[in-house]
């Protein structure tokens, strides 16, 4: 079996600059992004039973009943870490109308929505209640302390009796689910506080305000009252309308050096590949990336209309969002879009699943073959979700405290499922050898800095180096290839982009477009794959050859596995019909994405 292709480079010359020897950092999967039968959504499409407790039981590896189909469910690899994030708007107010709530009998909307419970189901009570928001008329009267602290006090109850220092955490948290025209605004939010803390507030939810610039006000006065700290998450921005990377702010003002400053105090990661599809990049902003349509899902969230409307796909992907942030970095002084890369479900089973072969869905409904032409989104059905994602962390401990400082250094990546292992430094004074050594990592953070790292002014007559390692996940498929992204302005301030092969398996040399694919070994009939092509391990010291030490850019690293079986195909098949009939890839090439390490003269 091949264990490693070693990319050789050109001599380095220069000498070293000073850096600081980082802790020893070890690798923790987990999920930031899942519901539960406490969101309204979940609750109304067949998830009534798998709440906090029972999703934290599951991420451990403990077995759970399924809260649609009833079977048994269980991970063979449990996360590391969790958060739970249901959404801040009427949380847990479907169970309390099923309960009939003496909280909620007692207001003129639970009445309301007790009746029409009783009349029409749990369906109907979401609509209605959903519908109450995107109207923008929310019912206050269900918004009361009295109502929602039970929800919460459980949910953080939940958190806590499950956290295991050392073993596995878990994270307080919620969504706060700003949707201003059907516009995917939402933000998963947690804290790096206890119970003592978080029962001092409650969720900040789109009912209070829709804006982000209030909500970054909410977290920044809460901060100061109570000690705690947060990473906000912007999430799924491919359907966010145009308005995630937008140039302007809420009052359609250009973005301000404050403004990007409060952001990324805030929001110092994002959340690039879930169910929802995938944000990365669109075909039609990266034409000269042949992997760049990838899980593209483009259904806007327009509840109530049948019109999806038209798309500015510029500010509704991570590549592009990068590149705005260096020209608004140009004008300001300051990067509004300097985020980190993470994946993560948005599952609402409450089971954090992201594998192909045992992928659940993205609700109860579509959990089963049979369903998964059902819709579930407006505008999209079961097909159409993504077995994705998750977040990787390299942290020095498996404690909140040292995950959460991981995220704030963004020394974090993503991934579509696969755990795939992936290292990035950059600095000035790698060389090949370094890619030969048995402690890669040591060397890195001695030589340069990690992924979510900033480089300064290059010393004269050098250019950008980065030491790459990318590892196959050890039960999962071999891997085709790493590409560095780079992405760059020019003297007139203008972005550009460009994907680089750094290290292809199966001895290929690189030819750009031409460059030979890795093959395909799925059986269309089983979706069985062989490890007889690719590589299980690619590493690599890769200097940026078109270097220009005025200009400001970025670099990360994409990793792509060879072909495997999509989840579509294996339910077609189980279904016993042509894979063809879905209309959704057969096969598809899972991968991971760094976060990218900025340039900055």
Do not use: C
């Amino acid at each position: 079996m091949k264990k490693k292709t070693l990319v050789s480079l050109m001599a380095l010359a220069g000498f070293s600059a000073p850096a600081v020897i980082a802790a020893p950092t070890q690798l923790f999967w987990g999920d930031t992004h899942l519901h539960t039968s406490y969101s309204g959504d979940a609750f109304a499409m067949g998830n009534e039973t798998a709440d906090p407790d029972t999703a934290y039981r599951f991420a451990k590896g403990q077995p759970v009943v399924h809260p649609f189909n009833r079977v048994r469910v269980q991970l063979n690899r449990p996360l590391d870490f969790l958060v739970v994030a249901d959404h801040a708007e009427y949380m847990g107010l479907l169970q309390q109308v099923s309960e009939k709530s003496p909280l909620i009998k007692n207001t003129e909307n639970g009445k309301n929505l007790i009746a029409v419970w009783d009349d029409k189901g749990s369906k109907a009570v979401y609509y209605d209640a959903a519908g109450s928001i995107v109207k923008g008329q929310p019912y206050m009267d269900l918004m009361s302390e009295a109502i929602r602290q039970p929800i919460w006090n459980r949910i953080i109850d939940a958190a806590e009796s499950n956290n295991e220092p050392g073993k596995f955490t878990t994270f307080i948290g919620w969504e706060w689910s700003s949707m201003p025209g059907g516009a995917n605004l939402h933000r998963i939010v947690f804290t790096d506080k206890g119970a003592d803390v978080a029962n001092t507030f409650l969720p900040y939810s789109s009912m209070q305000s829709n804006r982000p610039e209030d909500f970054w006000n909410w977290l920044q006065t809460t901060s100061e009252s109570t000690g705690a700290d947060f990473v906000a998450i912007p999430h799924n921005s491919n359907i966010s309308n145009g308005l995630m990377f937008n140039k302007v702010d809420s009052d359609g003002h250009p973005i301000s050096a404050s403004y990007a400053r409060t952001r990324m105090r805030w929001e110092p990661v994002a959340e690039i590949t879930q169910i929802k599809g995938d944000s990365e990049t669109h075909p039609s902003l990266s034409p000269d990336d042949n992997f760049a349509d990838f899980e593209t899902f483009e259904h806007v969230m327009t509840f109530g209309s049948d019109e999806e409307g038209e798309v500015d796909q510029v500010s509704n992907y991570a590549r592009s969002g990068l590149k705005r942030g260096l020209e608004i970095e140009q004008k300001t002084g300051d990067n509004p879009f300097k985020f980190g890369m993470i994946g993560s479900t948005d599952s609402h089973t409450g089971l954090s699943t992201a594998s192909e072969p045992n992928f659940w869905g993205k609700f109860g409904l579509d959990s089963i073959p049979e369903n998964k032409d059902k819709e579930t989104t407006p505008h999209a059905e079961g097909w159409s979700m993504s077995a994705a994602g998750m977040v990787a962390a390299w942290a020095e401990e498996n404690t909140r405290a040292s995950l959460f400082a991981a995220f704030k250094r963004k020394e974090v990546y993503a991934t579509s499922g696969p755990r795939m292992q992936v290292r990035l430094f950059g600095g000035f004074d790698f060389d090949a050898t370094d890619a030969n050594s048995n402690d890669l990592a040591e060397i890195g953070y001695r030589k340069g800095v990690p992924m979510g790292g900033d480089l300064k002014q290059a010393p004269a007559g050098k250019a950008p180096t980065f030491l790459i390692q990318a590892v196959k996940d050890p039960e999962g498929a071999n891997l085709d290839r790493v590409q560095v992204v780079k992405g760059w302005l020019d003297s007139e301030g203008n972005s550009h982009e460009q994907v680089f092969n750094v290290a292809l398996s199966d001895g290929r040399q690189d030819q750009g477009k031409g460059t030979r694919p890795v093959g395909n070994t799925v059986d269309l009939e089983t979706g069985h794959f062989t490890n007889s092509i690719g590589d299980e391990e690619l590493v690599t010291v890769w200097r940026d050859p078109d270097f220009d030490a005025s200009q400001r850019a970025f670099y990360y690293v994409r990793v792509l596995q060879i072909p495997t079986a999509r989840h579509t195909m294996l339910d077609a098949v189980a279904l016993g019909k042509p894979h063809q009939e879905v209309k959704y890839p057969a096969v598809i090439q899972e991968r991971g994405y760094s976060s990218p390490i900025w340039y900055t003269p």
